[in-house]
């Protein structure tokens, strides 16, 4: 009895071994060309001020890496903006804009239990690889884009995967 227990759980253990190693490869080698930093596609000509948004995890996850979301701006005018995020770490991310109420900062929405903020009022997202709008994230080396009209505000940009918001995944942005 003994010898079969022994057996199921190093069988177990073997199968979780095999699966953590094949979604490392396919989080690292993306199952196609693309790789961390290397662009798998281009966006079109995007509309009004475009911000940049770069998505990275520094290549390490987030046990012990350390997640971020950079805007090439913290500024832009009212009306048009595009949002360019361009995955540049090795895990999926994502970019939503969301509304900052008056008197809050980013990075201090409430997580849930699964790892996520609330996304009501949500105003857009980008996180379809190669794409524009939503998706199922926006792999390695991929890129995602969303166009809004935005009035004057203050929006927080967060990529609101599990874990990645509460990981440092946030920026403020002022729309005057």
């Given amino acids: 009895m003994?010898?079969?227990r022994l057996t199921i759980v190093l069988g177990a253990a073997a199968v979780l071994v095999l699966t953590?190693?094949?979604?490392?490869?396919?989080?690292?080698?993306?199952?196609?060309?693309?790789?961390?930093?290397?662009?798998?596609?281009?966006?079109?000509?995007l509309?009004?001020?475009?911000?940049?948004?770069?998505?990275?995890?520094?290549?390490?996850?987030?046990?012990?890496?350390?997640?971020r979301l950079v805007p090439d701006v913290r500024t832009v005018p009212h009306g048009t903006v595009s949002f360019l995020a361009v995955n540049r770490g090795a895990l999926p991310?994502?970019?939503?804009?969301?509304?900052?109420?008056?008197?809050?900062?980013?990075?201090?929405?409430?997580?849930?239990?699964?790892?996520?903020?609330g996304e009501e009022g949500a105003l857009g997202?980008?996180?379809a690889s190669c794409a524009q709008g939503e998706g199922d994230g926006i792999l390695p080396?991929?890129?995602?884009w969303v166009t809004l009209d935005l009035p004057p505000g203050r929006y927080e940009l967060v990529c609101n995967l599990p874990g990645h918001y509460a990981a440092g995944m946030y920026a403020e942005l002022t729309v005057n």
């Fill in 2 to 4: 003994k010898s079969s």
């Fill in 20 to 45: 953590a190693l094949s979604v490392a490869a396919v989080v690292l080698f993306g199952g196609a060309t693309a790789g961390p930093g290397v662009r798998a596609c281009s966006s079109p000509s």
């Fill in 47 to 67: 509309a009004g001020t475009v911000v940049d948004v770069t998505l990275t995890d520094m290549g390490r996850g987030m046990m012990g890496g350390r997640l």
């Fill in 93 to 117: 991310h994502e970019l939503v804009v969301l509304p900052l109420a008056d008197g809050r900062r980013a990075g201090t929405r409430a997580v849930g239990a699964d790892g996520k903020v």
């Fill in 125 to 127: 997202e980008a996180s």
């Fill in 141 to 144: 080396g991929a890129e995602s």
